[in-house]
């Protein structure tokens, strides 16, 4: 983000804003990060770039996300419903096509990707 320093703050849209939030938290070194929805307004690109810097990173990092493919690529994952915990555990555990369902409405398939054999879901929409 160096290259936007001499922008205003105002100019700057507000997946801009979200990387220079996170670029200021790991400027002052911490041992934990608390990150709430990191990846609401990036793009694909910064999305995964982000996540991918996340996951290298040499502290703990808490982050709630709603999109569950991107939960996909966590360690262990909290899961909550009617904002209580339910469940806690790795992804591939957790994140099952009943469950998604119970706690989404949804169906959910779980997909596997050829190019790194990575759990993806697709969903759609049960009847209200």
């Not at 996300?65 to 996909?72: F, I, P, T």
């Amino acid at each position: 983000m160096e290259h936007m320093a001499a922008q205003s703050w105002a100019t700057l849209s507000g997946g801009e804003r979200q990387r220079v939030h996170i670029a200021r938290a790991l400027a002052q070194r911490p041992q934990l990060m608390l990150l709430d929805e990191p990846t609401n307004h990036l793009d694909i690109h910064h999305q995964l770039s982000l996540l991918r810097l996340v996951n290298r990173l040499p502290v703990t990092v808490i982050v709630a996300l709603h999109d569950v493919n991107q939960a996909m690529g966590c360690d262990r994952l909290g899961v909550m419903d009617a904002g209580r915990l339910i469940a806690c555990g790795p992804p591939h555990e957790l994140l099952t096509p009943a469950r998604l369902a119970s706690i989404f409405r949804v169906t959910a398939s779980a997909l596997r990707d050829p190019m790194d054999d990575a759990t993806l879901f697709r969903f759609h929409c049960l009847e209200d």
